[in-house]
Antibody
């Protein structure tokens, strides 16, 4: 069974960087799917942040492009999110998810991790 | 970016009632790239319908989807208490991938 699990700090100070890890079990991240970060803001708005492909290339939401980096460690079957220069507007629940690279839907999700940006 | 206008924002329905949610895109989308999710309180989003009309694994037949171009719909033929959730449409046609604003379904 494919499982994803986010981990990382629940509280980040403004202007600092947010770093999260997604650990994947039951599927190898170098196989034929891509791996996304998605967030849900208070009030229910959902935003796709970007993905890292099974080959290691990345694609980011243009609204975040100067602040975001998604990387991976294939030996640990993990991928990572770094979001720089955070503000209170980055307070959200962050999800990692598997992306179908053909039709771009998300078929497996982690449970999500709440990140609050506050001093 | 393609904007998805989802309506209504909330629905209150009785068990056994039919409910329909509409998702209108700001630009035409191939039906292969329009998908629907269910998010129950405290849980992660769950894929319900992909590519407009295909039910994801394990999804009951009371859930269905249709549409083309810029207009898509999601229907629950007979609502059950366990269907209480927020439902989202999502497009995978162009970057950035975007979501609708969500429809909250409650039971009377």
């Amino acid at each position: 069974e494919i499982q994803l699990q986010e981990s990382g700090p629940g509280l980040v100070k403004p202007s600092q960087s947010l770093s999260l890890t997604c650990s994947v079990t039951g599927y190898t991240i170098t196989s034929g799917y891509d791996w996304s970060w998605i967030r849900k803001f208070p009030g229910n708005k959902m935003e796709w942040m970007g993905y890292i492909s099974n080959s290691g290339s990345t694609n980011y939401n243009p609204s975040l492009k100067i602040r975001i980096s998604i990387t991976r460690d294939t030996s640990k079957n993990q991928f990572f999110l770094q979001l720089n220069s955070v503000t209170t507007e980055d307070t959200a629940t962050y999800y990692c998810a598997r992306s179908n690279p053909g039709y771009w839907y998300f078929d497996f999700w982690g449970p999500g991790t709440m990140v609050t940006v506050s001093s | 970016a393609i904007v998805l206008n989802q309506s209504p924002s909330s629905i209150v329905a009785s068990q056994g009632e039919k409910v329909t949610i509409t998702c209108r895109a700001s630009s035409s989308i191939s039906s292969n790239y329009l998908h629907w999710y269910q998010q129950k309180p405290g849980a992660f989003p769950k894929l319900v319908i992909y590519s407009t009309s295909y039910r994801a694994s394990g999804i009951p037949s009371r859930f269905s989807g249709s549409g083309s171009g810029t207009s898509y719909s999601f229907t629950i033929s007979r609502v059950e208490a366990e269907d209480v959730a927020t439902y989202y449409c999502q497009q995978g046609s162009s970057n950035p991938l975007t979501f609708g604003s969500g429809t909250k379904l409650e039971i009377k």
